[in-house]
């Protein structure tokens, strides 16, 4: 999520340059306020200083001009946003990006969504959901997230510019029974592109999903699990950003070492001594 000011590259790199005056050690470039959260307990505050950029763009110009003029011990982190799949490549030897598609889908993939959906849910409807649906309810998850992140991925890879504000999961769901009206959510994108249903139905039925959460969009699916929580699967009405704030509690640290992003942080610790991001 972005701050609500907008930063430009210039002003990420200024920041850095005044603080830099007073501050030797390291800078971690991130995109916004929850990747804040997400990072902070586990940077090394003596050694590393968070930068918020307000944005994905921001990061990497920021990044890049600060070592095209010279500056040193900076990295930048960035959601992946369906790069890999992509093909795209990292911009540069100073940036990690996520292993999935965002934080909130690498929570997600880990260990800390059974955390909180046992401390969420209710032990009784979760096992009659289970056992009416013959799926665990990560499994139930990311099929009702999929189309929302496919859609996002198929709208990256032919520069449709969809605006996906408009398409809010729990506008297309019936939150008593946990279910989400795809055919309902193919008719409203198709009719917005100027495509036919079956066009869109087959283009989203031709991507492969070899890992979901490379293409789950994480506030989208944190949200449908926040209201699979409120009826079918539980009795807590939760906000997103309460759900979200458990999920990173949840998350510890063996979690974290285990994930790429924390991996490529070392490692571009070792490349770059005596500079530290992590604890």
């Known amino acids: 999520m972005q701050p609500f000011v907008t930063r430009t590259v210039g002003d990420v790199v200024s920041e850095i340059l005044m603080s830099r005056t007073a501050f030797p050690g390291s800078f971690f470039v991130i995109e916004g306020d929850s990747d804040s959260k997400f ?3 586990r940077v090394a505050r003596n050694h590393c200083q968070i930068v918020i ?3 994905r763009t921001t990061v990497c110009g920021a990044v890049l001009r600060a070592y095209h003029i010279g500056q040193a011990g900076i990295l930048g982190a960035i959601d992946d946003d369906h790069d890999s799949i992509c093909g795209l490549p990292i911009p540069s030897p100073h940036i990690v990006r996520t292993d999935a598609r965002d934080i909130e889908s690498l929570l997600l993939r880990s260990a800390a969504l059974e955390l909180v959906i046992h401390e969420l849910g209710a032990h009784a409807k979760i096992a009659t959901f289970e056992a ?4 665990t309810v990560r499994e139930a998850l990311v099929r009702r997230g999929l189309i929302f992140g ?3 991925l198929l709208d990256k890879q032919n520069g449709w510019k969809f605006n996906f504000d408009d398409l ?3 506008r297309f769901a019936d939150a008593h029974n946990w279910t989400i009206d795809e055919s309902a959510v193919i008719t409203y994108v198709s009719a917005q592109l100027k495509l036919t249903p079956a066009a869109l139905t087959s ?5 492969s999903v070899p890992d979901p959460f490379l293409i789950l969009h994480g506030r989208d699916t944190v949200n449908i699990l926040a209201m699979g929580l409120r009826s079918k699967l539980g009795n807590h009405q939760d906000r997103i950003e309460r759900v979200c704030q458990m999920l990173r509690l949840a998350f510890d640290d063996a979690m974290a070492a285990a994930c790429s992003l924390f991996q490529q942080i070392r490692s571009w610790e070792a490349a770059n001594a005596p500079y530290r991001v992590l604890i």
């Open 150 to 152: 496919k859609l996002r």
């Open 39 to 41: 990072f902070s307990r």
């Open 53 to 55: 950029a307000g944005g």
């Open 168 to 170: 809010s999961p729990w």
């Open 203 to 207: 283009s989203l039925a031709a991507i």
């Open 132 to 135: 009416a649906e013959g799926v």
